[in-house]
Structure formats: C-alpha cells, structure tokens
C-alpha cells in the first residue's frame, strides 16, 4: 500500500493560479502511474490528469490548457498546477495510486 498525502489547496479568485503537491511513500515511485481525481460537491469523483514513468500526460477536457501535471522522481512527489481557475474548478481535490488514495485537499474558487 501507498501512503500519499495531498497539500497546496486553498481559496483563490476566479483567474489565480494554484499548485497541488502529492507526496508518495515507496521506493519505485518513479514507476508509478500517478493521477488527480477531483470531487464537487453532490457529485461524483471526476478524473482530472495522469503522468506516467515516461512523463506522458493526459487530461480531463475540462482542464485542458489551464492544468499541468509533473513529477519530481526525486522527491517521490506528484504536482498539479492550475492555472486559470475557474468557479467549477472548486472541489476536494485527490491523488491517486492505483487503489490507494490521499486524504485530499480543498480547491475554492471565488468568482
């Protein structure tokens, strides 16, 4: 089992910017597939970016163009910044592995 822990969320102005931290416990971190998931509240989890061990990325539509996801195998952390927000950004955001998910951590937009 992998332990991740999420961090960086906060409350920003519609157009501000936010960076999201994920960091994973294991020593082949590098070879994870990572991915961010993101919850609205009264809806479902929603898929928002993936990064493979080859840095291949992947993204919702919705967040095409305004979020970027890296990694740092050094520092067996996962990053999502987001750039551009917008009001339906505003969810609990989480990072996952395989089965294994963070606590999450609160993104609010204001308009």
């Known amino acids: 089992q992998v332990q991740l822990v999420e961090s960086g969320g906060g409350l920003v102005q519609a157009g501000g910017s936010l960076r999201l931290s994920c960091a994973a416990s294991?020593?082949?971190?590098?070879?994870?597939?990572m991915k961010w998931f993101r919850q609205a509240p009264g809806k479902e989890r929603e898929f928002v970016a993936t990064?493979?061990?080859?840095?291949?990325?992947y993204y919702a539509d919705s967040v095409k163009g305004r979020f970027t996801i890296s990694r740092d195998n050094a520092k067996n952390t996962v990053y999502l910044q987001m750039n551009s927000l917008k009001p339906e950004d505003t969810a609990v955001y989480y990072c996952?592995?395989?089965?294994?998910w963070g606590q999450g951590t609160q993104v609010t937009v204001s308009s």
């Open positions: 294991g020593r082949t971190f590098g070879l994870y597939l």
């Open positions: 990064i493979d061990r080859n840095r291949s990325r």
């Open positions: 996952n592995k395989d089965s294994d």
